[in-house]
């Protein structure tokens, strides 16, 4: 059977491209001898290729593939199925050993979920750098055009546990830890550029604010309550933040549509000394897209699990996901040349002012092999860093280097959780730490103290000259007191900038937002105190809030807030400064990259007797440019086309729904048209596609479909709208390819809903 999987492996490793029909031909052949796993693995292999990490945890990793079932011990078990009893109708008796083994081991599967964060979903992939940044820092892995840095990457939500729905409105977390030779790099980002707070002393009252209320654990990832508005509508720094969470940003389609933001201000350091502050940036080359907030509560239902299993299918297909990774740069004498604190975590640098320079691709290219291993296990941290990275003051920052550590080892149980595969840099570790819990390192030698000369002086203090890290000189003299700077107390700037950068219907999206959040709250003191916040952003967007909520707006006397204790208030809050720029295209997604169907998802309609070669025509121009098409019926049998093909559907109507898919072909054919407006089956599929234009999806009616036309809500309302495209034809197929590029045609969403 060996020599068989080992002739299978090397004809699949030379024949690659024909790796897919030899598989399908093998199964066949080999299934009574071969068990199908091991051809599975052979020709499902994972994307592997020159990835130093991976091959470091090909080392810890097993397969079960024709092996006998044993202990933890490696003791081959003969009976699983009963326990060891004092007769076959007799109790259990102590000695069984393999019993006892099987359930501790069970009832110790749990670690704690992490405090933020809990709910998320990785993968591995590759960091390519495309031009050297040598100029600005000596960081290797940034050094040399070309270069590949092997990448495990966590996106998450910050609320929710672990089993929560990928679709609570949320920011997105976006970690990556970077396996450089210099050790392990992490940028432990967010999808949204500023923080909701200034300073790390707030963060336990921040995610307590968010987090479910602790008298009755209500509610489950949703920031729509209570105790988050109550501190908001107290912490005027919040405001830039809540315009980005009510925006559709904290809903995004994929993880791999979704931008990346280091948030704080870091250093590079080059080789000579010199230090410039600097913004990362991670921008999708998907572009950045969203789905609607109904949609997001619908989709929470039908697939709770949307993100995880988009990122998941889409590394399976092949499509990896991308993103051009960049920086802002200010050499370190332009630091007091702008109208905000570098320091300051609420603020942006507008890319008008300072543009990104793209200097690498991200990609992700491997799922993990087991979840709780990779993914779980992962324990990232800011502090992470190497030669050329360094930190700022930000004190939102500064505390963040203590708690990262802190929180893995309450999470992860032991100090040597750097030693779980998934943590461990690709060099080795050489140090005299020595013990604790779950110790694996076995080190050599009598020698755990430096200096020593029992051990040759080793491990040796390295040079800064061979990478040894040395903290950036930074000047500082000061007098110690716990007070925010006043350069911080400008919190309403930035909101108006990313409010007034914002398309109509991306302003109404989150008006919408605002109002279905505070609607939740259910003391009026804190709605009227949130819409005297917004009025310093916005009036109109206050004044339709409040009208929404029976609250009036207040101008407020005096400003709630965090603000120095010796200060007066009043003069902080009104030190609004004018800012260089009012609007920032960048800041829209309006303006985002829409020219793929890459990935994106096509419901095809279809029922007994529909026009196959359609299908089969207009399935390989979508899929040739990367569209992935899914098939939903009736019912979840096979469906006859008029020529005879035959196709398994992917769903039923009932199993799914249009807001899973990011356009719907209703499917030419009179026959499968007669089918679909049976009684059965009429209500699901008019649904399936009223809720396709509600959201502003592209919709394709085929030749014969009228029946199904005449009853949706498109026909009633007679709208002209570039992304319904009626009949189909050659341009038909291609009106549809470009509206679903477009993403949405959000523009019409008034008019598609009826709305003036
Ligand atoms: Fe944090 C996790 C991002 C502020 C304390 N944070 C965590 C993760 C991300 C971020 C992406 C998940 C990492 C993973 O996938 O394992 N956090 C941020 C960003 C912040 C930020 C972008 C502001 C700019 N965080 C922040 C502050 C503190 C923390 C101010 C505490 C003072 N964060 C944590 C934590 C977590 C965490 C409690 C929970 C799990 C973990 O660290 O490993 O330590």
Same mark, same amino acid.
């Given at each position: 059977?060996?020599? #068989?999987?080992?002739?299978?492996?090397?004809?699949?490793?030379?024949?690659?491209?024909?790796?897919?029909?030899?598989?399908?031909?093998?199964?066949?052949?080999?299934?009574?001898?071969?068990?199908?796993?091991?051809?599975?693995?052979?020709?499902?292999?994972?994307?592997?290729? +020159?990835?130093?990490?991976?091959?470091?945890?090909?080392?810890?990793?097993?397969?079960?593939?024709?092996?006998?079932?044993?202990?933890?011990?490696?003791?081959?078990? /003969?009976?699983?199925?009963?326990?060891?009893?004092?007769?076959?109708?007799?109790?259990?008796?102590?000695?069984?050993?393999?019993?006892?083994?099987?359930?501790?081991?069970?009832?110790?599967?749990?670690?704690?979920?992490?405090?933020?964060?809990?709910?998320?979903?990785?993968?591995?992939?590759?960091?390519?750098?495309?031009? @050297?940044?040598?100029?600005?820092?000596?960081?290797?892995?940034?050094?040399?055009?070309? =270069?590949?840095?092997?990448?495990?990457?966590?996106?998450?939500?910050?609320?929710?546990?672990?089993?929560?729905?990928?679709?609570?409105?949320?920011?997105?977390?976006?970690?990556?830890?970077?396996?450089?030779?210099?050790?392990?790099?992490?940028?432990? %980002?967010?999808?949204?550029?500023?923080?909701?707070?200034?300073?790390?002393?707030?963060?336990?009252?921040?995610?307590?604010?968010?987090?479910?209320?602790?008298?009755?654990?209500?509610?489950?990832?949703?920031?729509?309550?209570?105790?988050?508005?109550?501190?908001?509508?107290?912490?005027?720094?919040?405001?830039?933040?809540?315009?980005?969470?009510?925006?559709?940003?904290?809903?995004?389609?994929?993880?791999?549509?979704?931008?990346?933001?280091?948030?704080? @201000?870091?250093?590079?350091?080059?080789?000579?000394?010199?230090?410039?502050?600097?913004?990362?940036?991670?921008?999708?080359?998907?572009?950045?897209?969203?789905?609607?907030?109904?949609?997001?509560?619908?989709?929470?239902?039908?697939?709770?699990?949307?993100?995880?299993?988009?990122?998941?299918?889409?590394?399976?297909?092949?499509?990896? !996901?991308?993103?051009?990774?960049?920086?802002?740069?200010?050499?370190?004498?332009?630091?007091?040349?702008?109208?905000?604190?570098?320091?300051?975590?609420?603020?942006?640098?507008?890319?008008?002012?300072?543009?990104?320079?793209?200097?690498?691709? *991200?990609?992700?290219?491997?799922?993990?092999?087991?979840?709780?291993?990779?993914?779980?296990?992962? $324990?990232?941290?800011?502090?992470?860093?190497?030669?050329?990275?360094?930190?700022?003051?930000? !004190?939102?920052?500064?505390?963040?280097?203590?708690?990262?550590?802190?929180?893995? *080892?309450?999470?992860?149980?032991?100090?040597?959780? &750097?030693?779980?595969?998934?943590?461990?840099?690709? +060099?080795?570790?050489?140090?005299?730490?020595?013990?604790?819990?779950?110790?694996?390192?076995?080190?050599?030698?009598?020698?755990?103290?430096?200096?020593?000369?029992?051990?040759?002086?080793?491990?040796?203090?390295?040079?800064?000259?061979?990478?040894?890290?040395? @903290?950036?000189?930074?000047?500082?003299?000061?007098? =110690?007191?716990?007070?925010?700077?006043?350069?911080?107390?400008?919190?309403?700037?930035?909101?108006?900038?990313?409010?007034?950068?914002?398309?109509?219907?991306?302003?109404?999206?989150?008006?919408?937002?605002?109002?279905?959040? *505070?609607?939740?709250?259910?003391?009026? $003191?804190?709605?009227?105190?949130?819409?005297?916040?917004?009025?310093?952003?916005?009036?109109?967007?206050?004044?339709?809030?409040?009208?929404?909520?029976?609250?009036?707006?207040?101008?407020?006397?005096?400003? /709630?807030?965090?603000?120095?204790?010796?200060?007066?208030?009043?003069?902080?809050?009104?030190?609004?400064?004018?800012?260089?720029?009012?609007?920032?295209?960048?800041?829209?997604?309006?303006?985002?990259?829409?020219?793929?169907? =890459?990935?994106?998802?096509? %419901?095809?309609?279809? %029922?007994?007797?529909?026009?196959?070669?359609?299908?089969?025509?207009? #399935?390989?121009?979508?899929?040739?440019?990367?569209?992935?098409?899914?098939?939903? $019926?009736?019912? #979840?049998?096979?469906?006859?086309?008029?020529?005879?093909?035959?196709?398994?559907?992917? &769903?039923?109507?009932?199993?799914?729904?249009?807001?899973?898919?990011? %356009?719907?072909?209703?499917?030419?054919?009179?026959?499968?048209?007669?089918?679909?407006?049976? !009684?059965?089956?009429?209500?699901?599929?008019?649904?399936?596609?009223?809720?396709?234009?509600?959201?502003?999806?592209?919709?394709?009616?085929?030749?014969?479909?009228?029946?199904?036309?005449?009853?949706?809500?498109?026909?009633?309302?007679?709208?002209?709208?570039?992304?319904?495209?009626?009949?189909?034809?050659?341009?038909?197929?291609?009106?549809?390819?470009?509206?679903?590029?477009?993403?949405? $045609?959000?523009?019409?969403?008034?008019?598609?809903?009826? #709305?003036?």
């Amino acid at each position: 059977m060996y020599v #068989m999987g080992s002739i299978l492996h090397v004809l699949a490793e030379h024949f690659y491209s024909a790796k897919i029909l030899l598989y399908t031909y093998l199964t066949e052949i080999f299934q009574a001898g071969v068990p199908l796993n091991i051809i599975t693995n052979i020709f499902m292999k994972k994307n592997n290729v +020159n990835n130093p990490k991976v091959d470091q945890l090909q080392q810890y990793t097993t397969d079960n593939s024709g092996e006998k079932l044993t202990t933890n011990q490696g003791l081959k078990i /003969n009976n699983n199925q009963d326990s060891l009893k004092s007769d076959d109708r007799g109790a259990t008796l102590l000695e069984d050993f393999i019993l006892r083994e099987k359930i501790t081991h069970f009832d110790h599967e749990r670690i704690p979920e992490r405090i933020v964060h809990a709910r998320g979903s990785g993968a591995h992939g590759v960091f390519r750098l495309s031009k @050297s940044m040598e100029k600005y820092t000596k960081a290797k892995f940034l050094s040399e055009a070309g =270069k590949e840095t092997p990448v495990f990457v966590r996106f998450s939500t910050v609320a929710g546990s672990r089993g929560s729905t990928d679709l609570a409105r949320d920011v997105r977390g976006f970690a990556i830890k970077f396996y450089t030779e210099e050790g392990n790099y992490d940028l432990v %980002a967010n999808n949204i550029p500023v923080f909701f707070i200034q300073d790390a002393i707030k963060f336990p009252d921040l995610v307590h604010a968010v987090k479910p209320e602790p008298d009755h654990e209500i509610p489950q990832a949703s920031s729509a309550h209570d105790t988050f508005w109550d501190f908001i509508s107290l912490m005027p720094e919040s405001m830039h933040m809540i315009m980005w969470l009510m925006s559709d940003r904290a809903i995004p389609r994929s993880y791999r549509m979704m931008e990346g933001f280091g948030v704080h @201000s870091f250093r590079f350091v080059n080789s000579e000394g010199a230090a410039f502050f600097v913004k990362f940036h991670l921008k999708p080359k998907l572009g950045v897209h969203s789905v609607a907030w109904p949609e997001a509560q619908k989709i929470s239902g039908f697939d709770p699990d949307f993100h995880r299993r988009d990122l998941w299918e889409a590394i399976e297909k092949g499509t990896f !996901p991308e993103w051009d990774f960049g920086v802002q740069i200010v050499p370190e004498e332009n630091e007091f040349d702008f109208d905000f604190d570098f320091l300051d975590p609420t603020k942006i640098i507008p890319e008008e002012v300072v543009p990104v320079e793209i200097f690498g691709t *991200l990609t992700l290219n491997r799922n993990p092999d087991n979840f709780f291993a990779e993914t779980e296990q992962i $324990a990232f941290h800011p502090g992470h860093i190497v030669p050329g990275i360094d930190f700022t003051n930000d !004190p939102l920052l500064q505390g963040r280097l203590f708690s990262y550590t802190d929180t893995q *080892l309450s999470r992860l149980g032991s100090p040597n959780f &750097h030693e779980i595969p998934i943590n461990r840099s690709i +060099n080795t570790v050489h140090n005299n730490q020595r013990d604790g819990h779950m110790r694996q390192q076995i080190a050599k030698g009598k020698v755990s103290y430096e200096p020593n000369s029992i051990g040759g002086g080793c491990p040796f203090q390295a040079m800064m000259k061979d990478g040894g890290f040395a @903290s950036y000189g930074e000047k500082i003299s000061g007098t =110690k007191i716990r007070a925010r700077s006043e350069s911080f107390v400008d919190h309403y700037s930035q909101a108006k900038l990313f409010y007034n950068s914002q398309s109509e219907y991306e302003k109404e999206h989150l008006q919408k937002a605002l109002i279905f959040e *505070l609607t939740k709250v259910t003391i009026p $003191a804190i709605r009227e105190r949130m819409v005297s916040q917004l009025n310093f952003i916005d009036k109109e967007l206050a004044q339709k809030v409040a009208s929404k909520l029976g609250v009036e707006v207040k101008i407020l006397e005096k400003p /709630n807030g965090s603000i120095p204790a010796d200060a007066d208030p009043q003069s902080l809050q009104s030190e609004e400064r004018e800012p260089e720029t009012k609007v920032s295209e960048a800041l829209s997604m309006a303006n985002t990259i829409k020219d793929s169907i =890459k990935s994106r998802k096509i %419901a095809f309609l279809i %029922a007994e007797g529909f026009d196959d070669e359609s299908v089969s025509s207009l #399935m390989n121009k979508l899929e040739e440019q990367g569209g992935v098409v899914e098939l939903v $019926a009736p019912e #979840m049998i096979p469906v006859k086309g008029e020529n005879g093909t035959t196709f398994m559907p992917h &769903h039923s109507i009932t199993s799914t729904a249009s807001v899973c898919f990011d %356009a719907v072909y209703v499917v030419s054919g009179e026959n499968s048209t007669h089918h679909w407006v049976q !009684p059965d089956y009429k209500n699901g599929v008019l649904d399936f596609i009223n809720e396709a234009y509600r959201h502003c999806k592209a919709i394709y009616f085929g030749n014969h479909t009228e029946l199904i036309y005449d009853h949706t809500d498109i026909y009633t309302k007679k709208h002209e709208d570039y992304a319904v495209i009626l009949e189909e034809n050659n341009s038909g197929d291609q009106n549809f390819i470009s509206a679903i590029a477009s993403h949405r $045609a959000w523009k019409l969403e008034k008019q598609r809903n009826g #709305m003036k």
